[in-house]
């Protein structure tokens, strides 16, 4: 199954992005390569019995020609070619307008959906996933926060300067932790107000201000479930552009197992045996419930479990 993750399709050229003239040159060079995301989704090509999909990519010629504004393209990097790669974030609305919409901008199909369905290729869901996480920034960062000002496009999209008062903003990422808790025989999963019926996950949370990670992990499952975790060795990390988190994959060990939860946060949480758990994963258990697929760090996590790593 493929996951959304890093990609090392592209060069990102971090050091080139403020040379204005180098990004201008290859936006238009012959071999530039642009997606478009229309309301954050990508346009595809699929096959026809939709097994397999594609992002669709278009010259500048062809977005010149469909009217699309092209000045403040997302630079995302560069192939083993030279050729430059960008991502043009626009709204669905205006694809609408564009002559041959349906032949050519069309159809757009969400990320989250394309991971979820395993038709494309990890190294493409995770560009789409840099250009996502980037364009959705880009739409609510319009506005200066410290005097409202507006702000402008730097840096191939890298960056925002207020134009009033000359302050600097750069994308934005928010580092969540999700943890494995673990008695050493069990694993602690919880059942979210949110999540499909019958599904189970690991717990998770947002970093607050001042806190590292291995905090953080303790606070979110104390909140939760109020158990107390000691060690919190770390286990591995995945970028969630929805919208733009960074997911820092945990493993805690539990000091307490009695369980209560916080209602307003969780429906549930319950320890579950590995075998329980590895049904779950297989989904064959016997009361029907489930783990998140394999596109989230969260079945990594439970499946690492299950194998005794
Ligand atoms: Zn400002």
């Not at 399709?9 to 204005?20: E, F, N």
């Not at 393209?73 to 192939?79: I, K, P, T």
């Not at 579950?272 to 079945?299: C, S, W, Y």
Request: with cysteine.
């Amino acid at each position: 199954m493929p996951t959304v993750g890093s990609t090392r399709m592209l060069d990102r050229l971090g050091p080139k992005r403020s040379d204005a003239e180098f990004l201008q040159s290859k936006l238009k060079a012959p071999g530039a390569q642009f997606l478009v995301l229309a309301d954050l989704k990508p346009v595809i090509r699929s096959n026809p019995q939709r097994t397999e999909a594609k992002l669709a990519w278009f010259t500048l010629e062809a977005l010149t020609q469909f009217g699309l504004p092209t000045a403040e393209a997302l630079f995302l990097g560069v192939d083993n070619s030279g050729n430059g790669y960008f991502a043009l974030a626009v709204t669905e609305h205006r694809t609408r307008n564009v002559p041959g919409a349906i032949e050519n901008l069309r159809p757009i199909v969400d990320l989250r959906s394309l991971a979820m369905q395993g038709i494309m290729t990890p190294e493409e869901l995770s560009l789409c996933g840099q250009a996502r996480a980037l364009a959705q920034w880009h739409e609510n960062a319009r506005c200066c926060g410290h005097c409202g000002g507006t702000t402008l496009v730097k840096d191939g999209g890298w960056r925002r300067k207020c134009w009033a008062c000359g302050l600097e903003w750069f994308p934005r990422t928010d580092p969540v932790v999700i943890m494995l808790i673990t008695d050493g025989d069990r694993c602690l999963l919880a059942h979210e107000h949110r999540y499909a019926d019958k599904m189970y996950s690991t717990l998770a949370g947002f970093i607050e201000p001042g806190e590292d990670i291995e905090h953080a992990v303790r606070r979110e499952v104390m909140e939760e479930t109020n158990i107390t975790v000691g060690e919190v060795p770390f286990h591995s990390s995945q970028p969630w552009p929805f919208p733009h988190s960074l997911m820092l994959g945990c493993v805690g060990k539990a000091q307490t197992t009695d369980i209560t939860i916080d209602t307003g946060e969780i429906a549930e949480a319950r320890w579950f045996t590995r075998e329980e758990a590895g049904a779950m994963l297989e989904r064959r258990h016997p009361d029907g419930l489930t783990v998140p697929g394999k596109q989230a760090i969260a079945n990594a996590l439970i499946t690492s479990f299950v194998e005794g790593k």
